[in-house]
T-cell receptor, first 114, second 114 residues
Framework: NAGVTQTPKFQVLKTGQSMTLQCAQDMNHEYMSWYRQDPGMGLRLIHYSVGAGITDQGEVPNGYNVSRSTTEDFPLRLLSAAPSQTSVYFC?????????????FGPGTRLTVT | QQQVKQSPQSLIVQKGGISIINCAYENTAFDYFPWYQQFPGKGPALLIAIRPDVSEKKEGRFTISFNKSAKQFSLHIMDSQPGDSATYFCAASSSGTSYGKLTFGQGTILTVHP
């Protein structure tokens, strides 16, 4: 199993550009999440999904869009990049079938917006 | 607002010493409290987790202590080793469809000197 994979690993964008961060998991997990990590702020939830076709907003959803058409994939779209979106982005997946409810994180995408 | 507060921000311990990291939460609906370990350039990985029906959980050198009335929990690392040097995050979530909606503390950078 590859676990949770994220592409790209690094990305530089100009203000106003759009892009999609890819996330895929091969563990057949129902739940998937996107977090951003900023220094001194821990990780903050952006968007969340409990299954294909079902998404929900997290703590910091503005400027981001998600959809989940399959169990495996959960892409995060930046609609119009802003310098405030410079961050490290982590995708995670979770199975709630019988516990122990461990979230598995991908290796992250480091995004810089200039 | 930060619903999970973590301290200290950084911690330096000698090899063989005890590392203690503290967290406090506000939301009484939280009923799952994991600790994550993150090495530079990697995603967070689950270290140990506790539910509020027990006051302590131990796994090897790692122990979580939980005080439900004070809404506080802490991570103790016994016999700290240089390989434990990493960033540690406490987190909290509610059960059911909110299992994957983790609220993280700000993180603690632990350095263990040989």
């Amino acid at each position: 199993n590859a676990g949770v994979t994220q592409t790209p690993k690094f990305q530089v964008l100009k203000t106003g550009q759009s892009m999609t961060l890819q996330c895929a998991q091969d563990m057949n997990h129902e739940y998937m999440s996107w977090y951003r990590q900023d220094p001194g702020m821990g990780l903050r939830l952006i968007h969340y999904s409990v299954g294909a076709g079902i998404t929900d907003q997290g703590e910091v959803p503005n400027g981001y869009n998600v959809s989940r058409s399959t169990t495996e994939d959960f892409p995060l779209r930046l609609l119009s990049a802003a310098p405030s979106q410079t961050s490290v982005y982590f995708c995670a997946s979770l199975s709630v079938a019988g516990g122990p409810y461990e979230q598995y994180f991908g290796p992250g995408t480091r995004l810089t917006v200039t | 607002q930060q619903q999970v507060k973590q301290s200290p921000q950084s911690l330096i311990v000698q090899k063989g010493g005890i590392s203690i990291i503290n967290c406090a939460y506000e939301n009484t609906a939280f009923d799952y409290f994991p600790w994550y370990q993150q090495f530079p350039g990697k995603g967070p990985a689950l270290l140990i987790a506790i539910r509020p029906d027990v006051s302590e959980k131990k796994e090897g050198r790692f122990t979580i202590s939980f005080n439900k009335s004070a809404k506080q929990f802490s991570l103790h690392i016994m016999d700290s080793q240089p390989g434990d040097s990493a960033t540690y995050f406490c987190a909290a979530s509610s059960s059911g469809t909110s299992y994957g909606k983790l609220t993280f503390g700000q993180g603690t950078i632990l350095t263990v000197h040989p």
